[in-house]
């Protein structure tokens, strides 16, 4: 189970996501996470509650007028931060963890991930 929440707006969207993730943080409490467009993607995760992501989000001033955040329970894999959504995307062999050109958050397993990597790296 997770909460989704994504907005587009004139200004800083990242206080509405948050809290956003406040209110559905009962969906899922092993991990949370929002994830900016800001002349290039950046995040913050974590596997504590929504106001320790707030404080994280404040401190490395992430702000960004389109963002999407997620809110997790980990039924499959651990609940740690590699494993906290947003997820980005990454070249092939890329170990930097560097920024993708894509951020995605999903609910469920994806079964298929293995093609469709190999899909879209076609």
């Known amino acids: 189970m997770c909460g989704i929440v994504a907005g587009v707006s004139g200004r ?24 900016v467009h800001a002349g290039g993607l950046k995040r913050a995760r974590s596997t ?9 989000v404040q401190t490395e001033a992430i702000a960004s007028g389109t963002g999407i955040a997620h809110t997790r329970w ?4 651990a609940p740690a931060v590699h ?4 997820h980005f995307s990454h070249g092939p062999g890329d170990t930097t963890g560097a920024a993708g050109r894509v951020a995605l958050v ?17």
Do not use: K
Not at 14 to 28: H, K
Not at 106 to 122: K, P, T, V
């Open 48 to 56: 504590a509650r929504v106001a320790e992501l707030m404080q994280q």
């Open 74 to 77: 980990a039924t499959h894999g």
């Open 12 to 35: 800083d969207i990242v206080p509405v996501l948050v809290l956003g993730l406040q209110r559905l943080e009962y969906r899922g409490y092993d991990s949370c996470g929002v994830a």
């Open 106 to 122: 999903h609910n469920g397993i994806i079964e298929n991930h293995d093609e469709l990597r190999e899909s879209l790296q076609a």
């Open 83 to 86: 494993n906290a959504h947003p």
